[in-house]
């Protein structure tokens, strides 16, 4: 079966700008959850989302937004962009019932954000 | 709070070599603990869980909630190995990582 797919790629933005990245799961999985990853810090929890509702969020602030759609599909959202949100944003699918306790989490390749 | 501890930053060993990744967690809730494994250029991925109890490429982990650890182990490292390793905690829908050991195995 196709696994997590992310779009774009690679993205390059100006301070001050906004961009929206897109994670289409594994069909029948219906959590998505999302992660910023930085050499100094690792990976970060930003939210996750099951059946288009957001059951938990991390410590960032509100610049950072996401929502997931009837097909599961999700898109997480960064304003006002500072150049310390560069980063590789990684999407990650589970079946998530029950929430993700002992669930296989399945990532996506990423989209690399450079903020200049 | 869900928080996990990964040591070592740079770990090097020589093919044949004895593996161990340090991981300890604090969560006040019970632990679901995994590993996730990340190869140059592949997508991370799940290696092994704690409640699986078996093992996968030849490691193996332990649950010791005395210790508060889950530490990795292989007792003959593989070239193919080379990866980077993360040790996380499944807890109110989140998974809490550590900051990743990143594993080099010398020919």
């Known amino acids: 079966k196709a696994g997590v797919t992310q779009t774009p790629r690679y993205l390059i933005k100006t301070r001050g700008q906004q961009v929206t990245l897109s994670c289409s799961p594994i069909s029948g999985h219906r959590s998505v959850s999302w992660y910023q990853q930085t050499p100094g810090q690792g990976l970060q929890f930003l939210f996750e989302?099951?059946?288009?509702?957001q059951r938990n969020k991390g410590n960032f602030p509100g610049r950072f937004s996401g929502r997931q759609f009837s097909n599961s599909r999700s898109e997480m959202n960064v304003s006002t962009l500072e150049l310390g949100d560069s980063a590789l944003y990684l999407c990650a699918s589970s079946w998530g019932q029950g929430g993700l306790t002992n669930t296989e989490a399945f990532f996506g390749q990423g989209t690399r954000l450079t903020v200049v | 709070a869900q928080r996990v501890t990964q040591p070592e930053k740079l770990l090097s060993v020589f093919k044949g070599a004895p593996v161990e990744l340090k991981c300890n967690y604090s969560y006040s809730g019970s632990p679901e603990l995994f590993w996730y494994v990340q190869y140059s250029r592949q997508r991370l991925q799940l290696l092994l869980r704690h409640i699986s109890r078996e093992s996968i490429k030849g490691f193996t982990a332990d649950l010791n909630k005395g210790e508060t650890s889950f530490h990795l182990k292989k007792p003959f490292a593989q070239e193919e190995d080379s990866a980077m390793y993360y040790c996380?905690?499944?807890?109110?829908?989140?998974?809490?990582f550590g900051k990743g050991n990143q594993v080099v195995v010398i020919p």
């Open positions: 989302y099951f059946s288009e509702t």
């Open positions: 996380a905690l499944s807890g109110n829908n989140r998974l809490a």
